[in-house]
């Protein structure tokens, strides 16, 4: 793993992690997921793996966790969003429904990139993430 890549991780880890907590998630990075009485709602970072960037993935299922399409049970404590369908996840920040996707970059000259990048996925989590596990609707999560 790079310098940066573990630099902007301990920017997540001390900047969005909390507020994760704070909120029930469990999990450990880059994988969160909440228990809920109708569904679990899930958090995934995923980062490019040519460096300097990554996408966060939300993603909800049943309280039961998911079977894959090819027969596999994934339970609820192990649930991750790439385990779920496409249809039913989206990228924090990204514009549905044109799919532009949203990537969060932190490659640059920038003395503060990290906690500046960590500080927008916190800003966007907040203001959209609760509205797309609330409604289901990827509109939700347009930034403008």
């Given at each position: 793993m790079n310098d940066s890549r573990e630099q902007?991780?301990?920017?997540?880890?001390e900047i969005v992690i909390p507020t994760l907590l704070k909120l029930g998630f469990s999990g450990?990075?880059?994988?969160?997921?909440?228990?809920r009485e109708n569904q679990i709602d899930v958090l995934s970072f995923q980062f490019n793996r040519y460096g300097g960037s990554f996408v966060v993935e939300l993603a909800y299922c049943s309280p039961e966790g998911i079977a894959t399409s090819w027969g596999e049970q994934i339970s609820a404590k192990k649930v991750c969003a790439h385990h779920i369908h496409p249809q039913r996840r989206v990228r924090l920040g990204s514009n549905p429904p044109?799919?532009?996707?949203?990537?969060?970059?932190?490659?640059?000259?920038?003395?503060?990139?990290y906690q500046e990048t960590a500080l927008e996925v916190l800003s966007i989590f907040q203001s959209k993430a609760e509205l797309f596990w609330q409604t289901h609707q990827p509109a939700m999560m347009r930034t403008n």
């Open positions: 902007m991780i301990a920017a997540l880890r450990s990075f880059p994988h969160f997921r909440r228990a044109e799919k532009a996707d949203h990537w969060f970059y932190f490659e640059s000259s920038g003395e503060n990139i």
